[in-house]
């Protein structure tokens, strides 16, 4: 950090990242070298077969070239080694050592061509040994020269050259002209170009309409907006979690403050309530993971699952059920029956369409809970991913309800998608004809889970007492309003650290703000930081006490941006202005804060076990609120967390543990009687 400039264009790593595969080349090298070498001296004076003296020529000049890389090698990674993240300066010298190393690459490269054509020679009748080894010495060669150049396409910038341009003479050029802004507008139209190209290709499998083209167009305007005014490289990012893992973990160590939850209040009313809606919450969790299909059901039995959907695949469709999209060979349905444990004849309408905006669904009856359940998958292909990251506000006007809301526009576009199916095609007329004393509960898992959110607000008004259960939602989901009218219909569960939660953008800038901060300030090198924590996530133990140059500043001065941040912006974006200025009149968020939807359940683990073939966790459940989401928090279980088999699981951990309790009471009761 910033990014290495050579050849007159940026590059997607540091000055600093050439120390571990720079120090993995050099023992490889070594280890060659010293195995020539020996080659050699065992050889010396006997190469008097035929092709001889060409092996003679070859092993010798082999020798010293393999000595210069291991020299070039060595200074490469003794200056990569120097200064901290921030501060470059005692590796400038670093592109002339590495123009060096690259220029030694066409000698290997002629070396490797020359050893190839005295292999393939059928004249050469050498020692079988001294051939195998000049293959050896050729296969490595070109190995190496292969990987090189996988590197290199991995670390190029398209926007390089427009990026060193502009970072270099970003100081002396008059941004207000119209020259100047016109360069400036040609670097965001490039940049936005090439991340659109760059999701164009990932989502190369799928079918692309009018609607996916406005998507690609929006997402890459959004990564554009996000990456453009930091000069980051991708280890830069790694070590900075790294640091942020082990600060964050640090300060939960410490002693603080009781969280300002619900739960803490000594009222018997708001436990009750808490345990009623873990038990309901329990019970609708089944129905949203089923709409996941056989994936879900494969990966939660994955020895037993293929075996008994093939005995159900032979089985024929209910001709009373309105099913639509492709389920082949009945898997989807099979899971879903499975997994609910419910009937053929208790399904309404079951939706496998996917498409970008449009995600499947079903419709079912719970005779157990007496309700009509709505269930909307989350997150299980490309195009769903494509509505995860519409990102951009859309108002939401509810007549008699709200003046204005923000709403995300991907999950608010899925929203209205089944809410036209479940009313415009009579779904739920049917089913309330069917089970008119049913009442509605709508729920979902993650993308699920924020499309059920927006749906249950939609219904709202025709159907007063629905409920709704949104298990992991997006936490950019919400404006303030709209979150605090959900509170009275919709229950949010959230699991530990879970990333999917605490998502939004202001989240997303305010990590990219903390990043910035923690690594910029850091004193040590960067191949520490990353050794130490691989170590610490892979082995555990104390965080490490990384020193930095915010040691020992007093509070007012951790406001202001300091100069070694400042010399990582390309320009300012509205979430770092807030630390120049805390005044928002003069720099607005360019991104509205989203909240989570309804009342909010926080689980947490409070115990495991540390044997590695345990499973036994404890987890806590309390009532929780916003702003314990309005930071992204660094785990390695910020992933698992959000994984609906962990969600299903720590659901029915407190709801048995409730369950025991209450049998535990009833006892005891009894006994007093007696």
Not at 402 to 430: C, M, P, S, W
Request: with cysteine.
């Amino acid at each position: 950090m910033p990014g290495l400039v050579v050849f007159g264009r940026r590059w997607a790593i540091g000055s600093d990242d050439f120390v571990l595969p720079g120090a993995f080349e050099l023992f490889v090298r070594l280890v060659w070298w010293i195995g020539i070498l020996a080659l050699y001296t065992v050889h010396k004076g006997q190469f008097n077969c035929p092709g001889g003296g060409l092996l003679h020529s070859y092993l010798l000049v082999l020798l010293i070239l393999l000595a210069s890389i291991i020299c070039a090698l060595s200074a490469l990674v003794y200056v990569s080694m120097q200064g901290t993240i921030s501060n470059p300066g005692p590796r400038k010298s670093l592109p002339k050592l590495l123009y060096t190393r690259l220029l030694l690459y066409l000698p290997e490269f002629i070396w490797a061509v020359v050893g190839a054509v005295w292999v393939t020679d059928s004249s050469v009748h050498c020692e079988k040994t001294v051939i195998n080894v000049v293959i050896g010495t050729v296969i490595a060669s070109w190995v190496i020269i292969i990987f090189t150049i996988i590197g290199v396409v991995i670390v190029f910038d398209p926007l390089g050259g427009k990026k060193t341009f502009y970072l270099t003479d970003s100081v002396n050029r008059n941004l207000e002209s119209s020259q100047s802004g016109q360069l400036l507008y040609n670097v965001k139209n490039t940049a936005t170009r090439v991340w659109e190209k760059r999701i164009r290709l990932l989502c190369c499998c799928i079918v692309q309409d009018d609607d996916h083209r406005v998507a690609f167009t929006s997402i890459a305007e959004l990564f554009r907006a996000y990456f453009s005014d930091t000069d980051l490289v991708p280890s830069d990012i790694a070590a900075g979690l790294t640091l942020l893992h082990q600060e964050q973990d640090k300060m939960e160590s410490c002693p603080k403050e009781p969280e300002e939850v619900l739960c803490h209040s000594p009222s018997s009313l708001v436990t009750d309530d808490l345990d009623i809606e873990l038990e309901n919450a329990a019970h609708y969790m089944l129905f949203a993971a089923a709409a996941y299909g056989w994936p879900y059901y494969i990966y939660t039995n994955p020895f037993t699952a293929l075996c008994k959907l093939n005995g159900d695949c032979c089985g024929t469709r209910p001709t009373d059920t309105d099913i639509t999209g492709s389920d082949h060979r009945n898997f989807h349905f099979g899971s879903i029956l499975r997994i609910t444990g419910l009937q053929y004849r208790d399904f309404i309408h079951i939706s496998f369409h996917n498409k970008i905006y449009e995600i499947p669904f079903f419709v079912a009856l719970d005779h157990k809970k007496e309700a009509i359940v709505v269930a909307v998958r989350g997150t299980l292909s490309f195009e769903d991913i494509l509505t995860d990251l519409s990102a951009d506000c859309e108002d939401l006007t509810l007549e008699d309800v709200l003046e204005n809301g923000f709403v995300h526009k991907g999950i608010t576009q899925a929203a209205n998608y089944i809410y036209r199916k479940l009313i415009n095609d009579g779904i739920l007329n049917q089913a309330f004809s069917i089970a008119p004393e049913y009442k509605l509960v709508i729920v979902g898992h993650s993308l699920g889970g924020g499309t059920a959110s927006i749906l249950a607000i939609m219904l709202r008004n025709s159907f007063p007492t629905l409920r709704c259960y949104a298990f992991s939602p997006p936490g950019g989901l919400l404006s303030k309003s709209l979150a605090d009218y959900t509170k009275h219909f919709i229950v949010s569960v959230i699991v530990g650290k879970d990333l999917v939660a605490r998502l939004s953008m202001p989240n997303m800038e305010d990590l990219k703000r903390r990043i910035v901060r923690i690594v910029a300030n850091c004193n040590r090198p960067k191949y520490q930081i990353l050794l130490r924590g691989c170590w610490y996530e892979v082995f555990g133990g104390d965080p490490d006490n990384f020193p930095t140059e915010l040691d020992g500043r007093n509070q007012d001065a951790l406001t202001q941006p300091l100069l070694a941040e400042e010399s990582l912006m390309v320009h300012r974006s509205p979430s770092y202005n807030a630390l120049e200025n805390e005044s928002h009149l003069n720099s607005p968020p360019q991104y509205p804060h989203l909240y989570l939807p309804g009342k909010i359940i926080h689980i947490v683990e409070e115990s495991s076990s540390r044997r590695l073939c345990s499973s036994d966790m404890k987890y806590t459940a309390r009532w929780s609120n916003e702003r314990v989401f309005s930071s992204i928090l660094i785990s390695p279980k910020m992933i698992t967390d959000h994984m609906p088999d962990v969600v299903l699981k720590a659901l029915n951990s407190l709801s048995q543990e409730h369950g025991s309790c209450i049998s535990c009471q009833t006892q005891e009761c009894n006994t007093n009687v007696v």
